[in-house]
C-alpha cells in the first residue's frame, strides 16, 4: 500500500529545509507504517518550553529558523495505524529505514533521534532498530541514560 502526505502534514513542512522536505515526500511512497509530519519549524519560545520540560535537551534544534539559511533542519514524524495516532518505537525504526532509503536516493544525510550517534543513517550498513541499538549501547557503556526520540528527523 502506498501511503501520502495529508494537507496538514505538507503545512507542517512549511519553512522546513527543501532537502528534507524531498526526503519526508519520497519516504512516505517507500514507508510500510503510514505517518503524518506533526510539527517542522518551531519558535524559540516553543523549544524554551520544551526544554523545560525535559522534551527536549537543547535550545540549539534544528527546528528553529537557521540564520544562516532561513530554513528548519528538523521534523517531526508521527507513526500512525488506522487514523490512530501511535508512539510504539518499533513502528518509528521502520519510519527511520524509509527516510534513511530517501536520504540515500536523494543524496541528503539524515539523522534520528533514536540513534544519535550515527551521523547519516544513509551510510549506516544495517537497520534502524540495529542503528538505535548501536547507540543504546554506547550511551550505556558510557553510563549515560540514552535520549530516544523516535519520531525526530533532522539533516546531518
Keep these: 500500500m502506498t501511503f501520502h502526505l495529508s494537507q496538514r502534514s505538507l503545512d507542517n513542512l512549511e519553512g522546513v529545509d527543501p532537502q528534507m522536505v524531498a526526503v519526508v515526500k519520497l519516504a512516505i511512497t517507500k514507508t510500510k507504517i503510514d505517518f503524518g509530519v506533526i510539527e517542522g519549524v518551531r519558535t524559540i519560545e516553543c523549544q524554551r518550553e520544551l526544554v523545560a520540560a525535559g522534551a527536549s535537551k537543547t535550545m540549539d534544534s534544528k527546528h528553529i529558523l537557521s540564520i544562516v539559511t532561513g530554513y528548519g533542519n528538523a521534523v517531526d514524524l508521527m507513526a500512525y495505524i488506522g487514523s490512530r495516532g501511535s508512539w ?30 550515527v551521523n547519516d543513517i544513509c551510510e549506516w550498513g544495517g537497520s534502524m532498530e540495529s542503528a538505535m541499538n548501536s547507540y543504546i549501547d554506547t550511551r550505556r557503556s558510557q553510563n549515560r541514560r540514552p535520549f530516544i526520540d523516535g519520531p525526530h528527523f533532522e539533516l546531518s
Design 88 to 117: 510504539e518505537l518499533n513502528l518509528y525504526d521502520d519510519i527511520a529505514d524509509a527516510m534513511s532509503e530517501a536520504g540515500r536516493e536523494l543524496n541528503v544525510p539524515i539523522k534520528w533521534g533514536a540513534a544519535w550517534t
